[in-house]
């Protein structure tokens, strides 16, 4: 049986598995003197980071409160950056289109998989 104790732990390891990750990625390419995609890395883990803080914030023994409190914090975080996005593709700016989208997608990957773990939750 699956309750809160379970996705706060898996959630949780999940996150951190994250950022282990992306630290390691961002060392290797900085030894490999590839500065622009550790950078790009740089702002998956910030990302990572951000919502691993909503997340600890979030917390609560309903699982509905939580579900329903962290996911509002992808709402209101994200949001601006898809309008950031939206100008600057109109007005050319590609560099900040991709870092946008790059937060975006590290965004949705952390959504998802929260949303992955809360719907094997055993609910009454």
């Known amino acids: 049986m699956k309750d809160i ?14 950022q282990e990750d992306l630290r390691k990625s961002i060392e290797d390419l900085q030894k490999q003197e590839c500065v ?6 740089k702002i998956r883990l910030n990302i990572v980071e951000i919502f691993n803080k909503m997340f600890n914030i979030s917390l609560s023994d309903s699982p509905i409160a939580l579900r329903e409190k962290y996911l ?49 939750l055993d609910i009454n």
Do not use: H, M
């Open 5 to 18: 104790i379970w996705l706060k732990e898996n959630y949780l390891s999940f996150l951190r598995e994250e």
């Open 36 to 41: 622009d995609d550790a950078n790009l890395q």
């Open 72 to 120: 509002g914090f992808f709402q209101k975080i994200t949001e601006p950056w898809y309008v950031n996005k939206e100008k600057a593709q109109k007005f050319g700016d590609e560099n900040e289109a991709i870092i946008e989208d790059i937060k975006i997608q590290e965004a949705e990957k952390l959504k998802s998989q929260f949303v992955e773990c809360y719907n094997q």
